[in-house]
């Protein structure tokens, strides 16, 4: 419902955009039968500004991106099929820049953060049952400090350093604790 929502809103901000309003025209492209695939809204140069949605070819929206002068500057959403977000981000200057995150099934698959283009910060991967895959730090683009893989249960498989991308170290994981048997009465 809130993934609608936003939709929502942002299309009625689209819909409602003066044409006239710094020399923006109403752009539809379609395809070879007519189909629209691609509307939003263009400059006297011929360059996107505002919200663009791009739409499958069942007429349903896929991508709902917004520019300024040609380039990605803001937040950009992809959909599958059913309506649901799969994946946030946001843009400026036609990099990513800030909050990403990847989504299956309304489920959170990655969540990481860009400056310039380039992942920095933390980054966590999920598998499609909500458990944590790979926890990591990344700096400039590459992999810095402990990364760390799990299996689907959670427990802890690979354990490994990095320095400016490279790994330098591995380090010892312990075996998972495993169950202690019932005991006897």
Known sequence: MKQFLIFSILLIITSCT?????????????????????EGMEDSKGQKHGVWLNYSNKNLPTVLTTYANGQKNGIMLKFNESGSITEKAVYKDDKLEGSFKKFLHSRIKEESFYENGLLKGERILYYDNGKMQEEGKWVNGKREGEVKWYDEQGNLKLHYEYKNGEKIKEIAVPPPPTPSAPEPK
């Open 18 to 38: 003066d044409s006239r309003i710094g020399g923006l025209k109403p752009v539809e492209k379609k395809d070879s039968a007519g189909i629209i695939v691609e």
